[in-house]
């Protein structure tokens, strides 16, 4: 079976960073989509950053030109750095994926992580 498990999550300063991990096992990870979504308390999920299956990659504007998602196919891993963080950032993150990237686009994709807490102080 496909799990994903995530890490990295924390509590940062503000203007801070941290670095989300996202390990798949269970299958060929370059097979693919992976996306990184987030939800607050009272608030609706986010998808915050997606990744094709080497490239292109997308952003929601709340995260542009301070997230950077990314993957490494070798090691099975999808990353999300995150920079200049606010506390519009706290979230839990949860890392997705799907063979279709439509899935993702929807927010329904076949796979989820467990989710790591992101705090910004």
């Known amino acids: 079976d496909v799990q994903l498990v995530e890490s990295g999550g924390g509590s940062a300063e503000a203007g801070g960073s941290l670095v989300l991990s996202c390990v798949l096992t269970?299958?060929?990870?370059?097979?693919?989509?992976v996306g990184w979504f987030r939800q607050a308390p009272g608030k609706e999920r986010e998808r915050v950053a997606t990744?094709?299956?080497?490239?292109?990659?997308m952003y929601a504007d709340s995260v542009k030109g301070r997230f950077t998602i990314s993957r490494d196919n070798a090691k099975n891993t999808a990353y999300l750095q995150m920079n200049s963080l606010k506390s519009e950032d706290i979230a839990k993150y949860y890392c997705?994926?799907?063979?279709?990237?439509?899935?993702?686009?929807?927010?329904?994709?076949?796979?989820w992580g467990q989710g790591t807490q992101v705090t910004v102080s």
């Open positions: 997705a994926a799907d063979v279709r990237s439509l899935s993702l686009e929807l927010g329904r994709p076949n796979y």
């Open positions: 269970g299958d060929n990870f370059s097979r693919y989509y």
């Open positions: 990744i094709a299956r080497v490239s292109p990659t």
